[in-house]
């Protein structure tokens, strides 16, 4: 049993690994375009900032 706490533990550790580093991406890529205000609806909102991912093709 002990094993598998430590499994979930490791995925939840590298799920948010993969979304902080998804979330970098996007908001460089909205400073690179010049959308400031996209910028901090995405930190704020977490459907901006989905249809934002999808927009830049990164899901």
Known sequence: ME????GRV???VE?????AELLAKL???LKADGRTDDI???LEDKGTRER?????HLE
């Open 15 to 19: 799920g948010r690994a993969e979304g």
């Open 27 to 29: 908001l460089k890529l």
């Open 3 to 6: 094993e598998r706490s430590e």
């Open 40 to 42: 901090e609806l995405a």
């Open 52 to 56: 934002l991912y999808k927009e830049y």
């Open 10 to 12: 490791e995925g939840r």
